[in-house]
């Protein structure tokens, strides 16, 4: 899959409009603590090595 120049502009156009969406209807509805416990979480999930145990 090859994204087209067209397709790139149409992306930054949107962008703004969909983080912001994401601010309203997400992230504005967690506390500080949540935000960076999910942010920790993410980060983990996103490894590319499981943790050795």
């Known amino acids: ?3 087209t120049p ?3 502009d149409l ?3 949107a962008a703004p ?3 912001a969406q994401v ?3 997400f992230w504005s509805r967690l ?3 949540e935000r960076n416990a ?5 980060a983990k999930l996103m490894e590319t090595e ?3 145990r």
């Open 1 to 3: 899959m090859t994204l």
């Open 23 to 25: 601010e309203q209807r």
């Open 38 to 42: 999910l942010s920790s979480i993410s």
């Open 11 to 13: 992306l930054a156009e």
């Open 6 to 8: 067209e397709g790139l």
């Open 50 to 52: 499981p943790p050795s």
């Open 31 to 33: 506390t500080a603590d």
């Open 17 to 19: 409009r969909v983080l």
